[in-house]
C-alpha cells in the first residue's frame, strides 16, 4: 500500500464482507481472501517521496491496514495470514 487507505475502500470491502459474514453465520466455512498490493510503484515512489526506504513505508502502511480492518471488524483469519 502507498498510503493510509481512503474511504472508498471500505465502501467496496463491505458488501463482500457483509456476504462472507452473512454465509460464516449461517454455517458455512469461508475462505475470504485479502491481499496488500506491496512494493508496487507508487508505494514506491511515496516512500521515496518521503525519503523512507519503501520497504519500511510498505510494511507501516500495511500494519496500518492490518489495525484499520481489525478495527472495522472485518473478518478475516488474522492466523492465517502468510
Sequence with gaps: PSGAP?????YARGPSEAGAR????RGSNVLFPMGFDSFGLPAENAAIKRGID???WTYANIERMRGQLRFMG???DWDREV
Design 22 to 25: 452473512s454465509r460464516r453465520m
Design 54 to 56: 519503501p520497504g519500511e
Design 74 to 76: 472485518a473478518g478475516f
Design 6 to 10: 481512503p474511504p472508498g475502500h471500505w
